[in-house]
Nanobody, 123 residues
Framework: QVQLVESGGGLAQAGGSLRLSCAAS????????MGWFRQAPGKEREFVAA???????NYIDSVKGRFTISRLNAKNTVYLQMNSLKPEDTAVYYC?????????????????WGKGTLVTVSS
């Protein structure tokens, strides 16, 4: 059974940092592109960042230069380092996995999802 478990969410002040983690189990981690998506209240889920098994990355424009996605294949874990946080980054952040997918994959392409972790950024 595939499980994606996010952690690291919480409350941060504007300008602060948080690091999200997503631990994957039940799958061959190196066969998957891993992504982070987010959903703010009243809005649709949107792509944030993705990383291929080989380390290629892609980011939504609004987080470029502030967020960094990385993965540690030996631990089946993907991370999202979020710096210079803004109130508009407030959302539930979801980890997702796309088997043999590319870094430009969309939400509909994802095979598995975590349950999400809430990030709240105060002004």
């Amino acid at each position: 059974q595939v499980q994606l478990v996010e952690s690291g969410g919480g409350l941060a002040q504007a300008g602060g940092s948080l690091r999200l983690s997503c631990a994957a189990s039940g799958l061959t981690f190196t066969s998957y592109t891993m992504g982070w998506f987010r959903q703010a209240p009243g809005k649709e889920r949107e792509f944030v960042a993705a990383i291929s098994w080989g380390g290629d990355t892609n980011y939504i424009d609004s987080v470029k230069g502030r967020f960094t996605i990385s993965r540690l294949n030996a631990k089946n874990t993907v991370y999202l380092q979020m710096n210079s946080l803004k109130p508009e980054d407030t959302a539930v952040y979801y980890c997702a996995a796309d088997r043999f997918g590319g870094v430009f994959a969309k939400a509909a392409d994802m095979d598995y999802w975590g349950k999400g972790t809430l990030v709240t950024v105060s002004s």
